[in-house]
């Protein structure tokens, strides 16, 4: 009530218009932001092409992280390799930016005071773990598509750099949480596990799942280290592949198994876990098999591997909850929430035997006789962004509710302050809800501003494996089907294949 | 009298005055310079670059300054009885930063041929050039020119790998560049030097 006091009588006039000064250019600057709604309409009905015109004016108008990144993907989704390289290297260079800022950053401490006051959108997003490391994943598949293997390999590597600077930064905000926790002096009341979420919350039962409880963290995914692995190998850097493969294994023993039947087992591979009786393999102790590139196409077979991208991850919104509270009733706080998430089609990865490709007659019928090919699903974005805002979700709720209560305290002072002013008194009620309107408008314009990487698939699998020279890959993925004839003479082909809606499916491949 | 000469006094630093913008003003165009609106201008490509932690020019002639003053001495150079023939092959770049390798081992090669103490041949990256030009002026090409081709005393390979380490407060990077001079006869590695650079860059405790 003192603090109330307080602002009523000295702080009032200042504060309030500092901080609307802070968050208009924030509410402002998104018009030139492409919406969310404007990308979902142009992937199912228009073009890319489009859709990377509109992108390409957002990022020159409003050079951002977010902006960045679904730019060099849907430039990335037309084969247009170069230029995608060139504008995840922008985003880049943003992300670095903002990583070297000072320990003590005015602008982000301003933004913080923002977030909590005004809206969540006063915060500069510069991604989550997860999109940080698969911005140097997604760049790696620009390289390997231009055959240049050295290149890729350095973006693995500095996928995991990326990764410690993630770890330091959450160890930061986790001390910084826990801290907090101790001021209040009621930890109890904060519950480890995010149980106690509201009941209106629309990602609660997700935030609980247990396929999100069980991932290792937010940041890490057996895809990213298994393209490591592969790209290493290619690069001549063997070392690194054998780290990154351990590392997939560990994530994943699916991952493990996929390169063990491939590759060759290695060594170390307990065949059964000690405490399970699924007889998964353990990892724990692996030291993997990598072999030699064969430099001469004398085996009868040739390396393959294909990665299948498929969906849309969700997209990060702002979602209006009430809560109960004590005194005035509820409170309106506004929360993330992840949603629109195309779930995309799992996908069948067949092999036909030289000659068996589109031009036979019935190319389903031979069906029956193809080899499959196993397509194991290594990278799921949906859970990795479910997992993040898990892990996030307590601080978050505080900054909602003390957003919540700065907003009618301000505009119940502004309240007060009219009604003691003989001239203002008729128009006290009048005042409060103007103020509260303005800052609601301020709140929600900077509320747009809340985007993540959109344009991620929802899911990416994996599959790999020897095949006999000049075989004929069938790939199907719900109604589109593609196939697609292995050049016999390449050492090794690798496939890259995404489809974000049906009939709208990309086929590229680089032989080496 | 002292009316007059107030009036050339300040006739003679008006004059002084317009010769002086005449001369500043027109002292750029009269040597031919195009300039724009921006502050562009040339620096001393030696003068020590720190713009960040990245991977940069210093780094690029400090390690081949280093690595050709190492070549040089070494007795497979030094006490030659003729300029050995060499070829310089990949160096390969296992750090995390996309780094031209093909910049380090060009410059050692001009730093070497300057010094005349070796000959080079073609790199394996240009030979296709090469054969084209050959094509350009034989119509057939004759086995034992293609052998001279081939005729390598010596090979250069090598790697550049780095260590990075980043806290909030620091960011160390430490770059190792290893080159070694090979017998392609026997694959004797006959020298290996390497380069050490280490670079650390502070975070400022205050900021904008």
Redesign the interface.
């Known amino acids: 009530m003192a603090i109330l006091k307080n602002i009523r009588q000295h702080s009032l006039p200042h504060i309030l218009p500092l901080l609307l000064l802070l968050t208009l250019p924030g509410a402002f600057g998104c018009s030139s932001r492409v919406s969310t709604e404007d990308i979902r309409t142009e992937l199912a009905y228009g073009s890319y092409e489009t859709l990377t015109e509109k992108m390409q004016a957002a990022h020159e108008a409003h050079e951002e992280f977010v902006t960045a990144l679904n730019l060099a993907r849907v430039l990335q989704l037309q084969g247009r390799w170069q230029e995608s390289i060139e504008i995840y290297e922008a985003g880049l260079t943003l992300l670095e930016e903002y ?9 982000e401490l301003l933004g913080e005071a923002g977030s909590i006051l005004i809206s969540r959108g006063s915060l500069g997003y510069y991604g989550t773990g997860y999109e940080r490391t698969l911005l140097h994943t997604f760049n790696a598949m620009n390289y390997v598509m231009l055959g240049d293997f ?2 890729a ?2 973006e693995m ?2 996928m ?2 990326r990764q ?2 993630w770890l ?2 959450e160890e ?1 905000r986790l001390r910084e949480y826990a801290e907090k926790r101790q001021s209040i002096g009621n930890p109890a009341s904060y519950d480890d596990e995010p149980e106690s979420l509201p009941g209106q919350y629309s990602m609660a039962e997700l935030l609980r799942d247990p396929q999100v409880r069980a991932l290792a963290n937010s940041y890490q995914d057996p895809f990213s280290y298994s393209l490591s692995a592969i790209v290493c190998r290619l ?3 063997e070392e ?1 592949a054998g780290v990154s493969l351990r590392r997939a294994a560990l994530l994943d023993p699916a991952a493990g198994d996929m390169f063990s039947a491939a590759w060759g087992p290695g060594k170390g591979v307990a065949r059964q876990r000690a405490n399970q009786t699924q007889g998964l393999p353990s990892y724990d102790n692996w030291t993997p098999n990598i072999p030699r590139r064969a430099k001469k196409a004398s085996a009868a077979t040739q390396e393959v591997t294909v990665m299948i991208f498929s969906g849309l991850a969700p997209a990060l919104n702002l979602e209006q909850i009430r809560i109960p509270a004590p005194y005035i009733g509820y409170l309106m706080i506004d929360l993330p929430s992840y949603i629109g998430s195309v779930r995309g089609n799992a996908p069948t990865v067949e092999l036909l035997a030289p000659g068996k490709s589109a031009s036979a007659a019935s190319p389903r019928s031979s069906a029956a006789s193809a080899k499959h090919l196993a397509a194991h699903p290594l990278l799921r974005i949906e859970l990795l962004a479910y997992r993040t805002l898990r892990d996030e979700v307590r601080y978050e709720i505080g900054s909602a509710i003390a957003r919540a209560i700065f907003r009618a305290a301000t505009a119940g002072a502004a309240y007060a302050v009219a009604r003691s002013n003989d001239d203002t008194q008729a128009f006290a009620g009048l005042i409060g809800l103007g103020v509260s309107a303005i800052m609601d408008l301020v709140a929600s314009g900077t509320s747009s501003s809340v985007r993540n990487w959109e344009l991620l698939p929802a899911a990416g699998f994996l599959s790999m494996g020897a095949v006999p020279r000049g075989s004929c890959l069938r790939v199907t993925l719900g109604a589109d089907e593609a196939e697609i004839d292995l050049p016999g003479e390449a050492e090794g082909i690798i496939v890259m294949i995404s489809q974000i809606t049906t009939s709208k499916m990309r086929v590229d491949y680089v032989a080496y | 009298m002292n009316k007059n000469r107030k009036n050339i006094s300040l006739t003679l630093l008006v004059m002084l005055c317009l010769a002086l913008l005449v001369m500043s003003g027109c002292g750029g165009p009269s040597v031919g310079r195009v300039q724009g609106a921006g502050d562009t201008h040339y620096g001393n490509a030696d003068e020590v670059e720190t713009v ?1 932690s990245a991977w940069g020019s210093t780094d690029l002639q400090m390690t081949a300054e280093s690595m050709t003053q190492s070549l040089l001495a070494s007795r497979w150079i030094a006490k030659a009885y003729e300029p050995p023939k060499i070829r310089l092959r990949e160096v ?7 780094i031209d390798t093909k910049a380090i081992t060009d410059k050692i090669r001009v730093q070497l041929l300057r010094s005349g103490q070796v000959r080079f041949l073609a790199d394996t990256a240009n030979l296709d050039e090469v054969f084209a030009e050959r094509e350009f002026s034989e119509a057939v090409t004759r086995r034992d020119v293609n052998k001279l081709l081939a005729d390598t005393d010596y090979i250069v390979t090598g790697t550049v790998r780095s260590i ?6 620091v ?1 160390d990077v430490y770059y190792q560049i290893t080159l070694e001079l090979v017998d392609p006869q026997s694959a004797e590695i006959l020298w290996a030097d390497e380069k050490e650079i280490r670079k650390s ?1 502070t ?6």
């Not at chain 1, 800022?101 to 602008?107: L, S, V």
């Not at chain 2, 390969?92 to 996309?98: D, F, I, M, Y």
């Not at chain 2, 975070?203 to 904008?208: C, E, L, S, Y």
């Open positions: 990583e070297r800022r000072a320990i003590i950053n005015m602008r050295s290149g390999a350095v590597r500095r995991e750099q410690e600077v330091a930064e930061y690069a001549g850097d690194y | 960040n390969r770049n296992l750090t995390a930063e996309h990075r380490k980043t806290t909030k407060e960011a860059t975070t400022p405790k205050i900021g904008w």
